[in-house]
């Protein structure tokens, strides 16, 4: 999609183009994190496992969604830098396996959340049991490993970008894009939070604890839109400066 140094990536100039190793390596692990997904999708050999199997398309659907997500996240930011430093590689490492990891419990959250609270629980379909939750299931404990899994990844991000923004000089970024990067950076950490804080909703001596906790996660798009909002002000100033340049 790319042609040339110099095109605008979300108020950044476009400073990486060619795959790198490190970026190839990082498509195969994104790959496998995806063949993980499926591998328990087993074929169908009969009417009656066609049926369950499209059933459980919309928790596979989710999580194969937020996977494309992070990886478009994770291209972009190499678009945006060209970054290969030491530290880059070692961040990108924790990157890939923090998602290598949270794979799991993403996909198991999302089976239980859609196939039985939203699908079964709520529009009274008759879904199939992929999974065995067994006597000791804890739902806050699942939602606290997805919490911190999800925050994790987001967190990585956060470091990624701290990174650039320490490269600042050497990368010759401008004033509006040295503010584009502290942007990102600050979002990056709202949605990280989010996660976290709803921990301890989870936990409450409530039945409608573990509700009010999924609910919670919604919090992103308003605390990201309104920090978006309130330093759009600031980037559209510095906005001419690049147009002129």
Not at 111 to 116: A, G, K, L, N, P
């Amino acid at each position: 999609m790319l042609t040339h140094e110099g095109e605008e990536m979300l108020g950044i100039r476009v400073r990486g183009i060619e795959v790198t190793r490190l970026e190839g390596l990082t498509d195969a692990m994104f790959g496998f994190a995806i063949t993980l997904l499926i591998v328990s999708l087993e074929p169908p050999t009969s009417y009656e496992q066609l049926v369950n199997l499209m059933l459980s398309f919309p928790a596979f659907a989710v999580t194969f969604m937020l996977m494309m997500f992070i990886w478009y996240w994770h291209y972009r930011f190499f678009r945006q830098f060209g970054l290969n430093t030491g530290k880059v590689v070692w961040v990108n490492a924790i990157l890939m396996f923090v998602v290598l990891m949270f794979v799991f419990p993403l996909k198991f959250i999302a089976t239980v959340v859609i196939d039985r609270v939203f699908l079964e629980g709520w529009l009274g379909l008759d879904m199939p049991d992929q999974l065995t939750l067994g006597a000791n299931f804890s739902y806050p404990v699942l939602h606290t490993i997805y919490a911190v899994g999800f925050a994790a990844v987001f967190l990585c991000f956060t470091w990624l970008y701290k990174l650039a923004h320490e490269a600042r000089d050497d990368l010759e970024l401008m004033p509006y894009e040295i503010l584009s990067t502290r942007v990102h950076i600050v979002m990056y950490i709202l949605v990280a939070s989010v996660p976290l804080l709803t921990i301890p909703l989870v936990w409450m001596p409530t039945p409608y604890a573990p509700m009010i906790a999924g609910f919670a996660n919604f919090l992103i798009w308003p605390a990201t839109a309104l920090y978006g909002r309130y330093m759009a002000p600031r980037l559209d100033a510095l906005k001419p400066a690049v147009e002129a340049a």
